[in-house]
Each structure stands twice: as C-alpha cells, then as structure tokens.
C-alpha cells in the first residue's frame, strides 16, 4: 500500500478581523495558533480550505 501525501501548513497571520468562515477553515486544517505547523492529507478538500485562507498560510508539500 503508498503512503498518503501529506502537505504541511503553518499559520504565518493573525485571525483577528478575519471572516468566521475564514477562521473555521483554518480550525478545521487544525491550527490554533500564530506559527503552528501541522500536516493534513492532500485531499481535495484540504486543497480547497489551503486556498481559501491562503492569505493566512504558508504551505510545502
């Protein structure tokens, strides 16, 4: 079986002023706070909620 890639996300900007749906997205790829990184599964649905916030994020694959 392959291993799943995964894409590593950091939050670089404050959610401070920012839309509730903006800051639900950036919840649910499970940051909580300024420079924490995670990595979450390249999925379409990770993809869509990366480039909605991609003014708060900086991602590598």
Same mark, same amino acid.
């Given at each position: 079986?392959?291993?799943? #890639?995964? &894409?590593? @996300?950091?939050?670089? #900007?404050?959610? &401070? =002023?920012?839309?509730?749906?903006?800051?639900?997205?950036?919840?649910?790829? =499970?940051?909580?706070?300024?420079?924490?990184? @995670?990595? @979450?599964?390249?999925?379409?649905?990770?993809?869509?909620?990366?480039?909605? @916030?991609?003014?708060?994020? #900086?991602?590598?694959?």
């Amino acid at each position: 079986m392959s291993e799943l #890639k995964k &894409i590593r @996300v950091m939050l670089v #900007k404050s959610l &401070i =002023g920012t839309k509730a749906p903006h800051r639900a997205c950036v919840r649910g790829l =499970g940051l909580r706070r300024m420079n924490h990184t @995670v990595e @979450v599964l390249d999925t379409p649905e990770n993809r869509g909620m990366i480039s909605r @916030v991609a003014y708060l994020v #900086k991602c590598e694959a």
